[in-house]
């Protein structure tokens, strides 16, 4: 996904957006990344009730909404990338994710 959004980057605003673009989607994935992590400790604790699981789903939310506004902040401030393509990357990335786990659960 990432370079596919680079290029299109690329060809229609430049190296900047391109560049904004990528650090939208690496954002996406470090997200998704934080959220399967936990999925994964869930899955390793099949003792836990549901209240616990419930608590783990809250906290995960929280993560990665802590984690994705401080690597926007980061991106917005830090780095100076533009703010539109990077929002459309992370916007992109993040719809190509929800796509393939729909298209994966059509198969089941």
């Known amino acids: 996904m990432a370079p596919l959004i680079a290029i299109f980057g690329f060809v229609f605003s430049g190296g900047a957006a391109a560049l904004a673009a990528c650090y939208g989607v690496l ?4 997200a998704s990344l934080l959220m399967v992590w936990r999925e994964r400790v869930a899955i390793q604790h099949p003792e836990w009730d549901g209240r616990k699981l419930f608590g783990l789903f809250i906290r995960t939310g929280l993560e990665r909404l802590f984690a994705v506004v401080v690597l926007l902040a980061v991106g917005f401030g830090v780095l100076k990338l533009a703010p539109l393509p990077l929002l459309l990357g992370l916007a992109a990335a993040q719809t190509g994710w929800l796509a393939a786990t729909m298209q994966g659960r059509n198969k089941q």
């Open 27 to 30: 954002v996406a994935l470090a």
